[in-house]
């Protein structure tokens, strides 16, 4: 690879302005040659897009040649400053090195800036010539197509007279080229046609191991859905055309390294080669959208009559259209006179106009109802008087002379029109196997489900990925064909993808796809490093260290936020944007964060406090405001509580900063339970006592130290109230410990014979006048409290007297004497 003006070697000894001074020498003798060359080559417009991709990069360098000199001269500037002012005259005069190296900056300066308005010229003079080169060709393009010749029946004799001649010479290159190869070339020949089928046939069936279910119509039985006969439309053709075409260009490739093809066979054998693989392609591409044979694998509503005339039509216009090229390159690989390849083109274009007028007429759509005994029906009006006026635009075109208008216009009515309809194919299919289901139904993803065993959730995204694909493959093959058929070069889409991967510039902003693409990479490894360090880290350090659950989880959530903004940090550098810009960028945003993200930034900084103090961790057992639960997860924005009836609760990290938040687990796992106990009056308190305290001991979980004990807390209402207190070595055994005791004091005060006070009340009703015979009787029942309370009620109510009554609680001890009175 031959080394730019910018990447030669350069001595280090000299300064930036000699380094400068020596590459702009190379850029003016370079930017000479160029134009040399343009005004050289202004009618070829395949040496005009090779001049202008230089003129490009020659702007290029020069440009950044102006930005390494700017750089330097700010740097220079700024130590001048710093430097100050030199002494005046009758003040103390400065240090000899300041003075020297001030002496040095301004030399540096005054030939920096001698050299900056020579590069800046050669940057102008290089993008003025690249436009004037673009519109060389756009000149050049226009009086190519706006070109007029005088057509009559003499100049088509004449030009009749010269086929013949062509003819001729043709014969004699092509006999004597097949004698040269047969005698001297005939190994070549065949190992460079073997190689041609190797490589088609390798590719062929790699697309029907891959797709074949999706290229053979006999893969499938019975009435065919739209999406599928799309599908098979698609791949069948594309596929089975990829593979002629690969064959014609490898064979083409082979020859002609092989020395096979002499010059002037050469250009002729490369166009046929093009020729055959486009008429291929249109063939497979009608047979596919017209099915002539197959009506019920049409992709239109067309009769059979109408599919064969179509098809038909179709592949004759694709077949004109190709040997007009290929006359074309005969013409002028034999030196043919101008008026032969004027005339040639004049009758393909006639012949088209002809055929697209002619089918404005056919009647091929099939009838509503489907049956053949009825007629056709005709093509939708817009269509129909497209086609007539397309027709009559390259009859006319052709009659007043406009023969190049009329083949450029042949050639978009036939290629562009071929390859668009590949491309909706191509988008139809992609969007079919995207549906749900589909992707799963085919090789590929039955191999993926048996291979990484996949479930259906991951066939279809899978599918949404092979639909997405099969719209990059119809656009990435698609567009640089539909812009070669328009007049565009190989070097223009080169150009192009260069500028798009190597950056480009928006205002002041230059973008480049490699950058971002680097940028992404970088982040996506910072980030997967990042992930791998927390894994070690966690496990083989703090794992073996038994560092607690929380602190580990504490230590792996900042390393990850640090190792995200790192990589980021390192992501966008690499990706080539000014972090000055982005301050710049933040700095403006800190007014809307200081108002509308305030929440946002305050959980944020609370969550960095907590990660830093860790008030709690994961897995403590918290209370704040009405959540109550364990702490699942600690983020920097919020955190995770799980509550014990299963529930998720994420609480903003404020929350925890400005309100108290309780912590059962703060400092160790210790808990004190309490299990209050009421017994009747009769009964002795020291007793109670002792069997409490016997019973807990009896438990495993209750710590010894501090000593279980029993507090005899009041004189109840209708009882003696006591309160069993134990310490637990884990919380977490609470429930557990508290249940087994209840159950087990409930067993030893009933062997015991201890009765469990329950609340007693006695009713005394007081009737003004006369007693209620029913409420006496229901009083001096031997029911029980409750009975006796429901009745008098009842009865109460039954009467409809007005009485007054008192309710009064009284201890159990007194309330056998007290039922009677």
């Known amino acids: 690879m031959a080394q730019t003006p910018d990447t030669v070697t350069e001595d280090a000894s000299l300064s930036v302005a000699q380094r400068a001074e020596a590459r702009l020498e190379k850029h003016k003798a370079l930017l000479a040659d160029i134009t040399q060359q343009t005004e050289n080559q202004r009618n070829d417009d395949t040496k005009l897009v090779d001049l202008k991709g230089k003129a490009d990069d020659l702007a290029g360098n020069a440009a950044a040649t102006v930005g390494h000199l700017r750089a330097r001269l700010d740097e220079i500037n700024t130590r001048v400053t710093s430097l100050g002012e030199p002494p005046k005259e009758g003040q103390p005069p400065e240090a000899s090195v300041v003075t020297d190296e001030r002496t040095k900056l301004n030399a540096e300066k005054a030939q920096i800036n001698a050299v900056l308005g020579d590069a800046e010229s050669i940057s102008t003079s290089a993008a003025r010539l690249s436009n004037t080169i673009t519109a060389l060709r756009r000149a050049l393009f226009t009086a190519t197509l706006f070109k007029r010749t005088e057509i009559s029946l003499p100049v088509l004799a004449e030009a009749g007279k010269a086929f013949g001649g062509e003819i001729s010479a043709l014969s004699s290159s092509v006999s004597g080229w097949a004698v040269f190869v047969w005698n001297y070339k005939r190994l070549s020949m065949f190992g460079a046609v073997s190689l041609s089928v190797l490589a088609a046939l390798l590719f062929m069936v790699g697309g029907y191991r891959l797709l074949g279910h999706r290229m053979e119509r006999s893969a499938f039985s019975g009435e065919p859905s739209y999406l599928r006969r799309l599908s098979v439309a698609f791949w069948s053709t594309t596929i089975q055309s990829f593979s002629v075409f690969l064959f014609m260009a490898a064979s083409a490739f082979l020859l002609d390294n092989f020395g096979v093809l002499r010059a002037d066979i050469a250009p002729i054998f490369f166009v046929a080669m093009y020729i055959v693989a486009f008429i291929y392609f249109v063939s497979r591409l009608t047979y596919a959208i017209f099915a002539p044979t197959q009506p019920e694998w049409r992709l239109l509503n067309v009769s059979t009559r109408g599919a064969h005339i179509l098809s038909s039509a179709v592949l004759i216009m694709a077949l004109v259209n190709g040997l007009d090229y290929l006359f074309s390159t005969i013409s002028e690989t034999l030196n043919s006179p101008l008026i032969l390849t004027v005339a040639k083109s004049f009758v393909a274009s006639i012949t088209i106009g002809v055929i697209l007028f002619v089918l404005s007429f056919v009647k091929p759509l099939a009838s509503k109802e489907g049956d053949e005994d009825i007629s056709d029906q005709r093509m939708p009006r817009w269509l129909s008087a497209l086609m007539r006026f397309g027709g009559l635009l390259l009859i006319g075109a052709c009659l007043t002379g406009y023969v190049g208008l009329a083949r450029f216009l042949a050639t978009q009515i036939v290629a562009t029109g071929a390859v668009l309809a590949t491309m909706y194919i191509g988008i139809l299919s ?358 006796v309370v429901s009745k008098a009620a009842s009865s109460i109510k039954e009467v409809s007297t007005d009485a007054a009554a008192e309710t009064e609680d009284k201890p159990a001890a007194k309330s056998a004497g007290a039922k009677r009175s």
């Open 430 to 787: 992609g969007r079919a196997i995207s549906k749900q289901g589909v992707f799963a139904e085919t090789l590929a993803g039955r191999y993926l489900g048996r291979r990484f065993g996949l479930g259906p959730v991951p066939l279809d995204q899978a599918g949404l990925a092979a639909g997405l694909g099969i719209y990059g493959i119809a656009l990435v093959f698609g567009v640089p064909l539909v812009l070669f058929s328009w007049g565009f070069q190989p070097g223009d889409i080169e150009n192009w993808g260069y500028r798009l991967l190597t950056g480009f510039s928006i205002g002041k902003t230059s973008i480049s796809l490699i950058s971002i693409v680097t940028g992404i990479l970088v982040f996506v490894i910072g980030y997967a490093v990042t992930r791998w360090f927390q894994k070690w880290l966690d496990r083989n350090v703090m794992a073996r260290g038994q560092v607690d659950a929380g602190v580990r989880n504490s230590v792996g959530t900042g390393i990850g936020y640090l190792g995200v903004v790192v990589a980021a940090i390192f992501g966008i550098s690499s990706a080539g944007l000014d972090l000055s810009s982005l301050a710049l960028v933040a700095s403006a945003l800190s007014v809307g964060i200081g108002f509308g993200l305030q929440n946002i930034v305050s959980n944020f900084v609370s969550g960095v406090i907590l990660l830093v103090e860790r008030p709690f961790k994961v897995g403590d057992w918290v209370v704040t405001g009405t959540v109550e639960g364990t702490v699942k997860r600690l983020s920097v924005r919020a955190t995770e509580i799980e509550t014990f009836r299963g529930q998720s609760i994420i609480v903003p990290n404020s929350e925890f900063i400005n309100s108290s938040v309780g912590n059962w687990t703060h400092r160790n796992r210790i808990q004190r339970a309490e299990i209050p106990v009421s017994v009747a009056y009769e009964t002795d308190p020291q007793r109670v006592m002792d069997i409490l305290l016997d019973l807990v001991k009896k438990q495993t979980p209750v710590l010894r130290n501090p000593e279980p004990h029993v507090e005899f807390l009041r004189f109840g209402d209708f009882s003696l109230d006591f309160e069993l207190r134990f310490h637990l070595a884990d919380l977490s055994h609470g429930l557990t410990v508290k249940n087994n005791l209840r159950m087990a004091i409930l067993k030893r005060f009933r062997e015991e014979g201890i009765e469990i006070a329950t609340p007693q009340r006695n009713v005394n009703i007081h009737v003004d006048g006369q007693t209620n015979p029913k409420l006496l009787s229901a009083i001096m029942s031997e029911e029980g409290e409750k009975a």
